[in-house]
């Protein structure tokens, strides 16, 4: 199924066969195709480029695609990494984290930092990280999958 091209993103890179790899959905999923264009919001004169989600719900292109802009996509793959890499030794702290210090890291960003903290504002903390922390688990071999070709990959390019 091809990715829409008459819409406001314009796909310049993707992958049409996102569906077949979609996790846990694949073969079973309405992400069928993931993009990298031109971004919808873009004014005249400014261009920027985004990633996006394309949905299909059997019927039809979904108005419920997801766009975001590269930066924040690679922002949400430092916090899974960050996130990952605290659960591997999680298990050392009663709660899977320290109620006295929820500050997991601070990465260095565009001269500030990205705080990554577990969510004490929630009040089921307590036991939707035990909920996360099982899922992670039970995930581990197909995001460390994901990770390692990531890895591999920043290597090629020599980061």
Not at 94 to 111: A, F, M
Request: with cysteine; glycine share 8%.
């Amino acid at each position: 199924m091809n990715i829409p091209t008459n819409l406001k993103h314009k796909p310049v890179i993707v992958s049409e066969n996102y569906g077949n790899v979609d996790g846990h959905y694949a073969y079973n999923t309405d992400a069928q195709g993931l993009s990298l264009g031109l971004a919808q919001w873009n004014d005249r004169g400014k261009v920027d480029i985004s990633a996006k989600v394309w949905r299909h719900t059997g019927g039809k292109w979904s108005r419920q695609s997801e766009e975001l802009p590269l930066h924040r996509v690679l922002d949400l793959a430092i916090l899974v990494c960050r996130t990952s890499q605290h659960f591997r030794d999680a298990y050392r702290f009663e709660k899977l984290y320290d109620p006295e210090n929820p500050t997991l890291d601070r990465v260095g960003l565009q001269g500030d930092a990205m705080t990554v903290a577990v969510c004490t504002d929630n009040e089921r903390i307590d036991e939707d990280i035990q909920l996360f922390s099982q899922a992670l688990t039970e995930d581990g071999e197909l995001i460390g999958e994901r990770l390692s070709t990531l890895a591999r990959i920043l290597r090629e390019m020599g980061y």
